[in-house]
């Protein structure tokens, strides 16, 4: 009995001391933040911005044996207030580029259109304060994949049109914008006057551009009328695209059905 009853007491001793290890690791695991403005090129406060902590370097090696990637995302946003300002809190320890998500505006990602700009360390759970994250005033494209076959608007399920550019080797996708019987829109934001390639792709729809030729590959699509001159916004808010009765810059047309 008296075996039995120090065997029962070693093993508790054990988890307990199991236990206490746990937990002094997670005491010391410590997060930091960073704190800072959203505002144009010319120094204006942008409110409502998705400001996002993209990490590009971690303290601690990686798990895997492969190369990270470029971005490595993690969960770690917030939207700026009234007066531009933002905070991102919870960030392990690394170096991260500050990205911002134009969606539904005429301003551009920096982490997609500027230089590579200088990193933000964080460390032992360090406060980094007086960030900037500049977004440029950009030039929004009206692109339109037409459906005549009707083929798009009967299977929006299997729906995956889309036209992009690159930007290096950096891919930027065109936004859905609205889809009726007749296709969809899509807008791509661009820095005005900087020139640019489209491509469009699709597995489950044959498509051609507007001259009928048949795209089967990745090919570089000329804009028609990329109308760098017009904006086009509402008055809501800094830059709120509006495409209601906006002639589409470039049109790829739906030719049929390659899916099942």
């Known amino acids: 009995m008296r075996k039995e009853s120090y065997m029962k007491s070693a093993k508790t001793s054990v988890i307990l001391t199991v236990l206490g290890l746990g937990s002094a690791v997670l005491l010391c695991a410590q997060t930091g933040k960073i704190t800072g403005t959203v505002t144009t090129d010319t120094g204006i406060p942008l409110p409502g911005m998705v400001v996002?902590?993209?990490?590009?370097?971690?303290a601690s090696a990686p798990a895997s044996k492969t190369a990270p990637p470029a971005f490595m995302p993690i969960a770690a946003k917030a939207t700026s207030d009234l007066l531009g300002r933002f905070e991102i809190d919870n960030l392990p320890d690394g170096a991260y580029a500050l990205c911002g998500d134009p969606a539904g505006t005429a301003f551009l990602d920096p982490c997609l259109w500027a230089p590579a700009g200088s990193l933000i360390a964080i460390a032992s759970g360090s406060a980094q304060t007086g960030a900037t994250v500049v977004m440029r005033q950009g030039v929004p494209l009206v692109l339109r994949i037409a459906d005549q076959t009707g083929n798009?608007?009967?299977?929006?399920?299997?729906?995956?049109t889309a036209l992009y550019t690159l930007n290096g080797k950096i891919f930027i996708q065109a936004r859905y914008s609205g889809r009726d019987a007749g296709g969809k829109t899509m807008v791509l934001v661009v820095p005005p006057g900087q020139g640019l390639n489209l491509f469009a792709r699709s597995k489950a729809f044959s498509l051609a551009d507007s001259k009928g030729n048949s795209l089967t590959e990745a090919v570089a699509l000329p804009l028609t009328a990329p109308a760098l001159a017009g904006l086009l916004q509402t008055g809501q808010a800094p830059g709120v695209i509006s495409t209601a009765g906006a002639a589409a810059a470039l049109t790829v047309t739906v030719t049929g059905a390659t899916h099942p």
């Open 52 to 58: 996002s902590a993209s990490l590009r370097s971690a």
């Open 152 to 160: 798009l608007y009967s299977h929006p399920a299997t729906d995956d």
